[in-house]
T-cell receptor, first 120, second 106 residues
Framework: EEQLVQSGAEVKKPGESLKISCQGS????????IGWVRQRPGEGLEWVGSIYPTDLETRYSPSFEGQVIISSDKSLSSAYLQWNSLKTSDTGIYYC?????????????WGQGTLGTVSS | TVLTQSPATLSVSPGEGVTLSCRAS??????LAWYQQKPGQAPRLVISRGSTRANDVPARFSGSGSGTEFTLTITSLQSEDAGVYYC?????????FGQGTKVEIK
């Protein structure tokens, strides 16, 4: 079965660091892009950025550039999203999803989401 | 690329049909997907490339449109179709989502 499994919920204080993970199984991990999507409480979906595990090409949406770091370890079939200094506004559910290589491909497989709460 | 969805909310009786709209601020050809999100769940792909149903999506779901105007139609709405529907464009980086249309069952 193809699936993406994300790490568990986290509670952090402002200024702390955090790294969440997304592990793929049941498919060739390195042949798909992995994207990260934020959903703040009660709000819609925002694309954070994407990484291609085979060559580590990474792209960030302008709103998230410099705010987060996306990485991947193909040997572990995993992708990561990290913050070095959290803000309360980073609170939300973060989903990972895979996209086939090729123009216009949608996210066809999603992780279950990781809730990150940043509060003093 | 800004995607504008309408209406914000739809309240429909079971068995009725609904049409959701997604308008793009520039030409995105057919590089548009629709997702369904139920409370407490991750999004689920419903339609890709404007009109291609994803695996295991019932035939009552259909997508159409190209350029800047797109629609998602659900014929004979079922109770399990309740949720928020988002469109997303993959034509120009950064990928963007519409704000969502909530479909409620009366």
């Amino acid at each position: 079965e193809e699936q993406l499994v994300q790490s568990g919920a986290e509670v952090k204080k402002p200024g702390e660091s955090l790294k969440i993970s997304c592990q793929g199984s049941g498919y060739l991990f390195g042949t798909y892009w992995i994207g990260w999507v934020r959903q703040r409480p009660g709000e819609g979906l925002e694309w954070v950025g994407s990484i291609y595990p085979t060559d580590l090409e990474t792209r960030y949406s302008p709103s998230f550039e410099g705010q987060v770091i996306i990485s991947s370890d193909k040997s572990l079939s995993s992708a990561y999203l990290q913050w070095n200094s959290l803000k309360t506004s980073d609170t939300g559910i973060y989903y990972c999803g895979r996209r086939r290589v090729g123009y216009g491909a949608p996210v066809d497989l999603w992780g279950q989401g990781t809730l990150g709460t940043v509060s003093s | 690329t800004v995607l504008t969805q309408s209406p914000a909310t739809l309240s429909v009786s079971p068995g009725e049909g609904v049409t959701l709209s997604c308008r793009a601020s520039q030409n995105i050809y057919t590089y548009l997907a629709w997702y369904q999100q139920k409370p407490g769940q991750a999004p689920r792909l419903v339609i890709s490339r404007g009109s291609t149903r994803a695996n295991d999506v019932p035939a009552r779901f259909s997508g159409s449109g190209s350029g800047t105007e797109f629609t998602l139609t659900i014929t004979s709405l079922q109770s399990e179709d309740a949720g928020v529907y988002y469109c997303q464009q993959f034509n120009r980086w950064p990928w963007t989502f519409g704000q969502g249309t909530k479909v409620e069952i009366k």
